[in-house]
């Protein structure tokens, strides 16, 4: 069953050896050559499959793969009961909202400190479970990174959605996903990646304004 449409590929919830599973399948571009076309599926697929797997071992929650199906350019995975983050953050008691910003803020920290970087830190990519686990999902733009200019990027992206889906309550939960974030990579870090957004907002401001 299809349950979302992308522009890079189609989400689709089926029963696969008696599993709930999602299968994560890379679309073909017809505006691209096709032995072309087929070698950039065929990349994005391994490429996500291995980022999920470096994320696993740096003790972040992700779904577990069950199957790389490189032919068919599709990821079959573990399909995560919960919530989205984005569904839920806004209805939660302020000490509740905060410490989960915390918590997610800490797991961004170990991605980063194993050389990771998901590259689409929103709150739709993060599944609340019913044990209370928080489980990042969908890698398909991350990379492999130390740089200091990558990280930034990656918690700017961070602010910029509570800013835009959860402006009521943006500030606290940046500023407690931060917090969550020193407690891992360390005051002296954290602090360095919080100049380097503020040099991101410069650069958009001065753009924007040209």
């Known amino acids: ?25 890379r679309l073909s571009k017809k505006y691209r050559v096709p032995k072309l076309d087929k070698e950039i599926r065929f990349r994005r697929t391994i ?16 779904p577990t793969i069950f199957m790389v199906d490189t032919a068919e350019t599709t990821i079959v995975m573990e399909f995560i009961e919960g919530k989205q983050v984005k569904l839920i ?19 961004i920290g170990r991605l980063h400190n194993h050389g990771v970087i ?14 209370g686990r928080v489980v990042f999902v969908d890698f398909g733009l ?16 961070m602010k910029r959605v509570f800013q835009s889906t959860h ?23 954290s602090g360095e990646v919080l100049e380097k957004i503020g040099e991101i907002e410069r650069r958009g401001r001065y753009v924007s304004g040209r």
């Not at 200091?148 to 990027?153: D, I, K, Q, S, Y």
């Open 1 to 25: 069953m299809l349950i979302r449409k992308g522009a890079e590929a189609n989400l689709y919830l089926e029963d696969w050896h008696g599993r709930r599973v999602i299968m994560k399948r």
């Open 89 to 107: 953050l806004d209805d939660l008691p302020p000490e509740q909202r905060q410490q989960l910003c915390r918590h997610i803020g800490e797991l």
């Open 167 to 189: 402006f009521r309550y943006a500030g606290e939960c940046f500023d407690a996903v931060i917090e969550g974030y020193a407690r891992v990579v360390g005051g002296s870090v």
């Open 142 to 157: 991350s990379e492999r990174s130390v740089e200091l200019e990558a990280r930034g990027v990656d918690l700017h992206l």
């Open 47 to 62: 490429h996500e499959s291995q980022h999920i797997h470096k994320a696993k071992e740096a003790g972040v929650p992700t």
């Open 118 to 131: 998901h590259s689409d830190l929103t709150t739709s990519n993060m599944i609340l479970t019913p044990e």
